[in-house]
């Protein structure tokens, strides 16, 4: 947009100098005559379009100044792209509500020597006449840009006392404390970025790729993906289709039950099977497909059922499933790690050494008291730590019960989410048109192709 607007204004100059080119040649052909109405009004007129046409190139200038920082903000989302390249963007991001608040105090500090610089050198120093000049001079003081001999014509202590009081509040604590925060989020953001690719590396995976590709040793990620989503779909189908052959058959068992016990008279308890709802499980299915585990041999399998597209790109060799395997682990784990909070650590140690504490002060009263009562003491300190590793060994146990139930909520979550048959609950007072809607609708799914 900003390249349409300046090459808009450049069409526009170039319009506009011809009008004045134009008017020029008017003043020229037009007799003086001793300044004459005509001549005259044709030289306003061609005064205000050199007037127009000069400030509008001005306002053209100031608009293509403005296109290169455009440029870099561009450049900024790009380079998000990269992890090392994002650290940059990253920082400025998570340090911006720091910065924010840092700023509003700043700027107060900032404010006040300014009016003060004005009260003290407003009549006598140029630069400080004006709420404009006197923010500009405080800023190039800041840059380290300073005119002693100028400041110093109201008189050496109260310019001394000013540049010193400016210097330690802005200078040496405010500039320092913006760099401090900065190199805080920098660090965050350099520990959660990790062993991260480089520019090089990245650059040597895609030119090695690019080769295998081209010599057919080689298949395209997308192209596994394709594939896995297939292996993925095909366990599904295989799923349902044996769920829905299982209630079949056990519907047929149920009718002939039935009626061999209305021939005899008899009454059964035997309540008959539930109806196939296209979303559960087989009998002999206990494993979600969403959830298989992909070692190499699957995903070399899986790539090398498929489609035309996989032929021609060529067969996944046990390297490049390997890579392909460690690349998923590694970016896994990239995403999903959490560093520990300094406050965290510190109250784990603290807690380690109380703990230490303890056991050293039990073991200290065992070994004061052993000539006494030697067999009690060492009995009571026995006491002690058995009672105490007790309570750390309740405390594990908590945590991996708490921990395990995570576990399967999680995984509940999973199956109900991936579930394509109406699975997320089972609700018997379902109606049997809902239930012939859900297993159309799961049909559909099934049988749309990978891409979609």
């Given at each position: 947009?900003?390249?349409?607007?300046?090459?808009t204004?450049?069409?526009?100059?170039?319009d506009?100098?011809?009008?004045?080119?134009?008017?020029l040649?008017?003043?020229?052909?037009?007799?003086?005559?001793?300044?004459?109405t005509?001549?005259?009004?044709?030289?306003d007129?061609?005064?205000?379009?050199?007037?127009?046409?000069?400030?509008?190139?001005?306002?053209?200038?100031?608009t293509?100044?403005?296109?290169p920082l455009?440029?870099?903000?561009?450049?900024?989302?790009s380079?998000?792209?990269?992890?090392?390249?994002?650290?940059?963007?990253?920082?400025?991001?998570?340090?911006?509500?720091?910065?924010?608040?840092?700023a509003?105090?700043?700027?107060?500090?900032?404010?006040?020597?300014?009016?003060?610089?004005?009260?003290?050198?407003?009549?006598?120093?140029?630069?400080?006449?004006?709420?404009?000049?006197?923010?500009?001079?405080?800023f190039?003081?800041?840059l380290?840009?300073?005119?002693?001999?100028?400041?110093s014509?109201?008189?050496?202590?109260?310019?001394?006392?000013?540049?010193?009081?400016?210097?330690i509040?802005?200078?040496?604590?405010?500039?320092n404390?913006?760099?401090a925060i900065?190199?805080?989020?920098?660090?965050?953001?350099?520990?959660?970025?990790?062993?991260?690719?480089t520019?090089?590396?990245?650059?040597?995976?895609?030119?090695?790729?690019?080769?295998g590709?081209?010599?057919?040793?080689?298949?395209?990620?997308?192209?596994?993906?394709?594939?896995?989503?297939?292996?993925?779909?095909?366990?599904?189908?295989?799923?349902?289709?044996t769920?829905?052959?299982?209630?079949?058959?056990?519907?047929?068992?149920?009718?002939?039950?039935?009626?061999?016990?209305?021939?005899?008279?008899?009454?059964?308890?035997?309540?008959?099977?539930p109806?196939?709802?296209?979303?559960?499980?087989?009998?002999?299915?206990?494993?979600?497909?969403?959830?298989m585990?992909?070692?190499?041999?699957?995903?070399m399998?899986?790539?090398?059922?498929?489609?035309?597209?996989?032929?021609k790109?060529?067969?996944?060799?046990?390297?490049?499933?390997?890579?392909?395997?460690?690349?998923?682990?590694?970016?896994?784990?990239?995403?999903?790690?959490?560093?520990?909070?300094?406050?965290?650590?510190?109250?784990?140690?603290?807690?380690?050494?109380?703990?230490?504490?303890?056991l050293?002060?039990?073991?200290?009263?065992?070994?004061?008291?052993?000539?006494?009562?030697?067999?009690?003491?060492l009995?009571?300190?026995?006491?002690?730590v058995?009672?105490?590793?007790?309570?750390?060994?309740?405390?594990?146990?908590?945590?991996?019960?708490?921990?395990?139930?995570?576990?399967?909520e999680?995984?509940?979550?999973q199956?109900?989410?991936?579930?394509?048959?109406?699975?997320?609950?089972?609700q018997?007072e379902?109606?049997?048109?809902?239930?012939?809607?859900?297993?159309?609708?799961?049909?559909?799914?099934?049988?749309r192709?990978?891409?979609?």
């Amino acid at each position: 947009m900003g390249g349409v607007i300046i090459i808009t204004f450049f069409l526009v100059s170039i319009d506009m100098r011809n009008e004045m080119n134009e008017a020029l040649e008017v003043v020229g052909n037009t007799a003086f005559n001793g300044g004459s109405t005509e001549f005259q009004a044709n030289a306003d007129f061609y005064l205000q379009a050199l007037q127009d046409n000069v400030n509008y190139v001005r306002h053209l200038r100031l608009t293509v100044a403005v296109y290169p920082l455009i440029i870099i903000v561009r450049l900024f989302k790009s380079f998000s792209a990269q992890p090392k390249l994002a650290l940059v963007t990253k920082t400025l991001a998570n340090a911006w509500p720091d910065l924010f608040h840092f700023a509003i105090v700043f700027s107060s500090v900032f404010v006040t020597f300014t009016i003060c610089g004005i009260v003290l050198f407003g009549r006598e120093v140029g630069s400080f006449t004006t709420w404009t000049r006197a923010t500009i001079s405080c800023f190039r003081v800041m840059l380290g840009d300073i005119d002693w001999d100028e400041l110093s014509a109201i008189g050496r202590t109260e310019a001394s006392i000013w540049l010193w009081l400016y210097i330690i509040i802005i200078v040496l604590l405010m500039l320092n404390m913006i760099i401090a925060i900065i190199m805080d989020h920098y660090e965050e953001v350099k520990a959660d970025a990790g062993h991260a690719e480089t520019l090089l590396e990245e650059g040597i995976q895609m030119f090695v790729r690019w080769r295998g590709r081209r010599n057919g040793t080689y298949v395209p990620l997308e192209t596994v993906l394709d594939a896995v989503h297939d292996e993925i779909r095909r366990r599904k189908v295989r799923m349902h289709a044996t769920a829905g052959a299982g209630n079949i058959l056990h519907r047929v068992a149920f009718l002939g039950k039935k009626k061999g016990n209305e021939k005899g008279n008899e009454k059964s308890n035997e309540k008959p099977p539930p109806e196939d709802d296209g979303g559960e499980k087989g009998e002999g299915e206990d494993e979600d497909p969403m959830n298989m585990c992909i070692d190499m041999d699957t995903l070399m399998r899986a790539t090398s059922h498929g489609s035309g597209s996989a032929e021609k790109s060529g067969k996944m060799g046990e390297e490049q499933a390997l890579d392909v395997l460690k690349g998923a682990v590694e970016d896994f784990y990239e995403k999903n790690k959490q560093g520990a909070e300094l406050d965290e650590v510190l109250q784990l140690t603290q807690k380690v050494n109380y703990r230490v504490k303890k056991l050293v002060q039990l073991a200290r009263k065992a070994h004061d008291d052993r000539d006494t009562e030697p067999v009690k003491q060492l009995q009571w300190f026995a006491e002690d730590v058995n009672g105490y590793l007790v309570g750390i060994r309740q405390e594990r146990k908590e945590n991996a019960a708490r921990l395990e139930g995570l576990k399967k909520e999680k995984k509940e979550l999973q199956q109900r989410l991936m579930s394509l048959g109406g699975g997320f609950q089972k609700q018997a007072e379902v109606s049997v048109n809902k239930r012939t809607s859900i297993m159309r609708t799961s049909s559909r799914m099934m049988e749309r192709p990978p891409s979609e």
